[in-house]
């Protein structure tokens, strides 16, 4: 079985911080790349931002370089999106993927499996 279930989302004002968590059900965990993206209401599903398999290389979408940073614990099984300076067009729901592959994409359809989601809100 693999399933991924995201948390830390909620309502936040637009300048403050949430710490999304991804826990991951996955025997090899540490072989995984890890992405996080997102989607709000009548927009297509983006990137955000994935972390290789020992975290020493990370990727992130223009929109948000300098403010949300990705980090994984391969010991924990779990991958976390800090998001800073949060930003009312940040609103949407947020997931987190995995992928059996080296290479950092930004495509969804290149990730394997899927959390359900987390939603985060931002107000202004």
């Known amino acids: 079985q693999v399933q991924l279930v995201e948390s830390g989302g909620g309502l936040v004002q637009a300048g403050g911080s949430l710490r999304l968590s991804c826990a991951a059900s996955i025997r090899t965990f540490a072989n995984y790349v890890m992405g996080w993206f997102r989607q709000a209401p009548g927009k297509e599903r983006e990137f955000v931002a994935a972390?290789?398999?020992?975290?020493?290389?990370?990727n992130y979408a223009d929109s948000v370089k300098g403010r949300f940073t990705i980090s994984r614990d391969n010991a924990k099984n779990t991958v976390y999106l800090q998001m800073n300076s949060l930003k009312f067009e940040d609103t949407a729901v947020y997931f987190c993927?995995?992928?059996?592959?080296?290479?950092?994409?930004?495509?969804?359809?290149?990730?394997?499996?899927w959390g359900r989601g987390t939603q985060v809100t931002v107000s202004s």
């Open positions: 993927a995995a992928k059996l592959n080296h290479v950092l994409v930004m495509s969804a359809g290149e990730y394997n499996y």
């Open positions: 972390i290789s398999w020992s975290g020493d290389s990370t």
